[in-house]
């Protein structure tokens, strides 16, 4: 198992879900409003009004065999907007209940 952790502009939602949901994966827990900029460029999302723009993030737990799947829809969506910025990032999972 594997963890994925994707931080993503508030306007990506339906497709980072769409993306997820396809997989086959389903559960994930989403925070919302969240700050910050990154750090490969794109304009910072701080929620005021030099930088109005908010991020989201979600954490999943995912299969092992959806990883690059899913790395690579999440890729392209980056592609297609990269100034909004997205980042995924992977864990390995040791253990779970």
Request: hydrophobic share 40%.
């Amino acid at each position: 198992m594997k963890a994925l952790f994707v931080v993503y502009n508030q306007t990506h939602v339906e497709e980072v879900e769409t993306i997820i949901a396809r997989s086959g994966e389903r559960g994930f827990t989403r925070w919302e409003d969240v700050q910050g900029a990154g750090s490969k460029g794109g304009e910072p999302h701080l929620g005021s009004h030099a930088w109005p723009g908010k991020n989201m993030a979600s954490l999943m737990i995912v299969e092992d065999f959806h990883v690059d799947k899913i790395l690579k829809e999440l890729k392209e969506l980056d592609r297609s907007a990269e100034m909004q910025g997205l980042r995924a990032f992977v864990w390995n999972i040791e253990d779970m209940i």
